[in-house]
């Protein structure tokens, strides 16, 4: 069954520690996105890749990287975690308009 | 700047009471309007996609309208595990923005608690 999957799902994590957020998708998408959402609050886009080696910042400043090295894979890195980067964090897919979401990750940094 | 409005905020209703969400949005030429459901803790589940005025969609209890302004997700006889958070979102038909992505822009959502 095509999905897209996200892990952890939940994570704790000290302040200055380096993560990786995993995502993967079985649709055979080439649009990827990462949002970031608060409680009660709108998602908020960002990052974006196009497709193999193509990645872009989204609307949200964001100090979170992430790379595109093979279509079905998107990780998203922070180099030094943050009380700040505390929030749920959302990978999703699109082959045309329509963007099908993971299950998310929610991330508490101490 | 496209903008998208839900409202209620919240809506309350009994099991088998049926209401309607509202979804007003602005936006310069539309490319398509998602409706998501969301269970707290987890990711947005794609529910539809209208794409012109006068379309209208279903799925079990489901029904999803579109006017060039707004959109209504119409709830039919709800059950308590309907209880979530709805969204809608808005993509505009432009070709890319200065980025080079076409923007989505989502609603802060409608949450609907059904009780028994």
């Known amino acids: 069954e095509a999905d897209i999957y996200q892990t952890p799902r939940y994570l704790v994590i000290g302040t200055g520690k380096k993560i990786t957020l995993e995502c993967s998708q079985t649709m055979g998408h080439d649009k990827m996105y990462w949002y970031q959402q608060d409680p009660g609050m709108e998602l908020h886009l960002i990052h974006y890749s196009y497709g193999v080696n193509s990645t872009e910042k989204g609307d949200l400043s964001s100090e979170s990287t992430v790379s595109r090295i093979r279509t079905e894979h998107f990780p998203l890195t922070l180099e030094s975690a943050r009380p700040s980067h505390t929030s749920q964090y959302l990978c999703a897919s699109s082959g045309r308009e329509t963007q099908y979401f993971g299950p998310g990750t929610r991330l508490l940094v101490l | ?116």
């Open chain 2, 1 to 116: 700047e496209d903008q998208v409005t839900q409202s209620p905020e919240a809506l309350r209703l009994q099991e088998g009471e049926s209401s309607s969400l509202n979804c007003s949005y602005t936006v310069s030429g539309l490319r398509g309007l998602f409706w998501y459901r969301q269970d707290p803790g987890k990711g947005p589940e794609f529910l539809f996609t209208l794409y012109s005025a006068g379309e209208e969609k279903e799925k079990e209890r489901l029904k999803a309208t579109l006017t060039k302004k707004e959109s209504f997700l119409h709830i039919t006889a709800p059950k308590p595990e309907d209880s979530a958070t709805y969204l809608c979102a808005v993509q505009a038909q432009v070709i890319l923005t200065e980025r080079g992505y076409q923007k989505v822009t989502f609603g802060t959502g409608t949450k609907l608690q059904v009780i028994p």
